[in-house]
T-cell receptor, first 114, second 109 residues
Framework: IAGITQAPTSQILAAGRRMTLRCTQD?????MYWYRQDLGLGLRLIHY???????GKGEVPDGYSVSRANTDDFPLTLASAVPSQTSVYFC?????????????FGPGTRLTVL | GQNIDQPTEMTATEGAIVQINCTYQ??????LFWYQQHAGEAPTFLSY????GLEEKGRFSSFLSRSKGYSYLLLKELQMKDSASYLC??????????FGAGTTVTVRA
């Protein structure tokens, strides 16, 4: 059982390019999340999805979009990358959005935008 | 808005006890989580508190006081493998997590 996977592991991207970070979970979790982690700032929520077919904006959604066509996949797209989007991106999932359900995190994608 | 504060760094000796404090001011509260994150790795779940009091789980314990907006994570019998960042996260009215910046704990031999 893989749990939650992300691809690519790392990427260097030229500013202005489009990039999609992939996230897949095989735990049949309803809720999925995208965070970015920057030094000194901690994890910040970009977008989330409480169930397949629905998405919502987190704390820092600008410049990012997501889709949730099915339960397993939750891709994050940067339409036109900028250097301030250089960060480590973590995808996470939980059984459901409510209560004390722990979030399981993927291994992360280290993105550098030049 | 959310405001979650925890110390940036702590150092302790192998076998000792360390207490990591977390204070929060958030719009709504549906529980507080602690996660552990080793350098270069993903965060992993340690504990969840929604009621006041102490939750003990092996060498790790977590405490919550909702009236004071305060929690702590207690690590006992420290081991070298406990060197990591410890993240405090509060679940808001919509069950979304807001994270503190994390506390880096270094365990010395």
């Amino acid at each position: 059982i893989a749990g939650i996977t992300q691809a690519p592991t790392s990427q260097i991207l030229a500013a202005g390019r489009r990039m999609t970070l992939r996230c897949t979970q095989d735990m049949r979790h309803n809720a999925m999340y995208w965070y970015r982690q920057d030094l000194g700032l901690g994890l910040r929520l970009i977008h989330y999805s409480n169930t397949a077919g629905t998405t919502g904006k987190g704390e820092v959604p600008d410049g990012y979009s997501v889709s949730r066509a099915n339960t397993d996949d939750f891709p994050l797209t940067l339409a036109s990358a900028v250097p301030s989007q250089t960060s480590v991106y973590f995808c996470a999932s939980s059984v459901s959005a409510g209560g004390g359900n722990e979030q399981f995190f993927g291994p992360g994608t280290r993105l550098t935008v030049l | 808005g959310q405001n979650i504060d925890q110390p940036t760094e702590m150092t302790a000796t192998e076998g000792a006890i360390v207490q990591i404090n977390c204070t929060y001011q958030t719009s709504g509260f549906n529980g507080l989580f602690w996660y552990q994150q080793h350098a270069g790795e993903a965060p992993t779940f340690l504990s969840y508190n929604v009621l006041d009091g102490l939750e003990e789980k092996g060498r790790f314990s977590s405490f919550l006081s909702r009236s004071k907006g305060y929690s702590y994570l207690l690590l006992k019998e420290l081991q070298m493998k406990d060197s990591a960042s410890y993240l405090c996260a509060v679940s808001d009215n919509d069950y979304k997590l807001s994270f503190g910046a994390g506390t880096t704990v270094t365990v010395r031999a």
